[in-house]
């Protein structure tokens, strides 16, 4: 027998499907059905037992199919083709990165529990954070990247709270400013905190860099979720979510999914197995794309600073990281225009090409302005601290021609009006 290895994207275009179950259909069908039918009564009996936990699976035995709310082929077709690149044991799709990210954080929280979590997050999981989970008794802890391990740890400790430590939630790099988090020193932290009677979880939520660039699983995360809306998806045509992990966590999110009901429906997942089929190339040209656009910009004397990873210098602490958990500076790109919300907009305005318009990762160029747009809801103090000011501007580079990408900016950027004074003042002061 062969023992060779397949790559990933070899095996996005039929891995986990059987075209003999279906017709001989060289792609899988969408199957648009709530409900199946057993062979016989006893089937549905053992069916029904492995799925609700009853007993444990016999040796080859599979969960058969049972209803749309459970399993569905197209559903297991997708989450079995998501495993391969994060080399997880299971995956759970959902019906959008909030209930991936709300179910993950409903199943291991619960009152009287800890929440530590980096800044900043999606808008979304921030308010899911600070308006739902204090009404279920949870209390949260934000951390910023900037701060060391050891400052971490000791912030745990003078909270009094450190006994009631039940997870560490990050996203890394975070949205909208691409700064990010150490996964390993979180799992020290995690594991620190951690009893016999109690694991401290490490959830990473992957959005930005996975599944092609990052694996936080072999970082030392015990969960690793997506907005799979964004570069899985990548078409800016459905919304969709996932969590992956071991057998045992998963066991307990797909519980908990099963009776809220949020998984994807047939269709979601029959588009998402079309866009699994291109996701490296989409997301290495876009990479490649961004590269080119980090460096105009980064030499445009109307932007003061740009946050991507490719730009990060040699010596920081931050390319420590990178190194350790990239494998690539990914193709989301936000900068400092000079000015203010006024010179952001006009940029914003001016664009022909790039779409203004929120969400990420798509084959098209989206702009938008976090301050006032995705990250509106967080209270303006802590805003400012993370670094998302009114000058800030975000761009996901899609697939484009790199040539008119750059027309795009440039001519935006030209049609900003900079106040003079204050321009030539600082070009002075810096030659100086
Ligand atoms: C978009 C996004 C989410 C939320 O996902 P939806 O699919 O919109 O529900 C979560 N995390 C990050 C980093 C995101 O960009």
């Given at each position: 027998?062969?023992?060779?290895?397949?790559?990933?994207?070899?095996?996005?275009?039929?891995?986990?499907?059987?075209?003999?179950?279906?017709?001989?259909?060289?792609?899988?069908?969408?199957?648009?059905?709530?409900?199946?039918?057993?062979?016989?009564?006893?089937?549905?009996?053992?069916?029904?037992?492995?799925?609700?936990?009853?007993?444990?699976?016999?040796?080859?035995?599979?969960?058969?199919?049972?209803?749309?709310r459970i399993n569905n082929p197209n559903l297991?077709?997708?989450?079995?083709?998501?495993?391969?690149?994060?080399?997880?044991?299971?995956?759970?799709?959902?019906?959008?990165?909030?209930?991936?990210?709300?179910?993950?954080?409903?199943?291991?929280?619960?009152?009287?529990?800890?929440?530590?979590?980096?800044?900043?997050?999606?808008?979304?999981?921030?308010?899911?954070?600070?308006h739902f989970l204090p009404k279920i008794g949870v209390e949260a802890l934000g951390f910023s990247p900037k701060q060391s391990c050891a400052e971490t740890i000791q912030m745990v400790e003078e909270s009094g709270k450190s006994k009631n430590l039940a997870m560490i939630y990050v996203e890394t790099p975070a949205n909208p400013t691409n700064s990010i988090v150490d996964i390993e020193c979180c799992r020290n932290i995690a594991d620190q905190f951690?009893?016999?009677?109690?694991?401290?979880?490490?959830?990473?939520?992957?959005?930005?860099?996975?599944?092609?660039?990052?694996h936080p699983l072999e970082l030392g995360a015990d969960l690793v979720l997506y907005s799979a809306?964004?570069?899985?998806?990548?078409?800016?045509?459905?919304?969709?979510?996932?969590?992956?992990?071991?057998?045992?966590?998963?066991?307990?999110?797909?519980?908990?999914?099963?009776?809220?009901g949020n998984m994807a429906s047939p269709h979601t997942c029959w588009l998402l197995l079309r866009s699994l089929e291109t996701l490296k190339v989409r997301m290495e040209q876009q990479m490649q794309n961004a590269k080119v656009v980090a460096q105009f910009l980064n030499n445009h004397d109307k932007v003061e600073k740009v946050y991507y990873l490719g730009l990060l210098e040699p010596d920081s602490e931050d390319y420590a990281i990178y190194q350790k958990q990239y494998s690539s500076p990914g193709a989301m790109i936000s900068f400092d225009i000079k000015g203010g919300e006024k010179e952001a907009f006009q940029f914003l305005n001016h664009l022909q090409l790039f779409k203004l318009a929120v969400?990420?990762?798509?084959?098209?160029?989206?702009?938008?302005?976090?301050?006032?747009?995705?990250?509106?809801?967080?209270?303006?103090?802590?805003?400012r601290e993370m670094g998302v000011t009114d000058k800030l501007v975000r761009l996901s580079i899609g697939l484009e021609n790199v040539k008119d990408i750059i027309w795009d900016i440039e001519q935006a950027l030209e049609?900003?009006?900079?106040?003079?004074?204050?321009?030539?003042?600082?070009?002075?002061?810096t030659n100086i």
């Open positions: 027998m062969s023992t060779h290895k397949y790559s990933p994207e070899s095996l996005m275009m039929t891995y986990g499907y059987k075209p003999e179950l279906s017709e001989g259909a060289v792609k899988p069908p969408v199957f648009q059905t709530s409900t199946f039918v057993f062979k016989t009564a006893e089937e549905g009996k053992a069916f029904f037992e492995l799925a609700y936990g009853l007993r444990t699976k016999e040796q080859d035995e599979e969960l058969g199919l049972i209803y749309s297991e077709i997708l989450e079995n083709r998501l495993c391969l690149w994060d080399k997880a044991d299971d995956c759970a799709v959902f019906e959008s990165g909030m209930s991936a990210i709300s179910t993950v954080l409903l199943e291991f929280l619960k009152p009287g529990d800890l929440l530590l979590y980096s800044k900043p997050t999606y808008g979304g999981t921030d308010h899911f954070i600070h951690s009893s016999v009677n109690k694991k401290v979880h490490v959830a990473v939520d992957n959005t930005y860099m996975g599944p092609l660039w990052s809306t964004k570069y899985i998806g990548g078409h800016s045509d459905l919304i969709a979510g996932a969590v992956l992990g071991n057998h045992e966590v998963m066991k307990r999110i797909k519980t908990l999914r099963t009776f809220l969400s990420l990762g798509s084959t098209e160029g989206l702009a938008q302005h976090p301050a006032s747009m995705t990250h509106i809801a967080v209270d303006p103090e802590s805003r049609k900003v009006e900079i106040a003079q004074i204050e321009t030539s003042n600082y070009k002075i002061s």
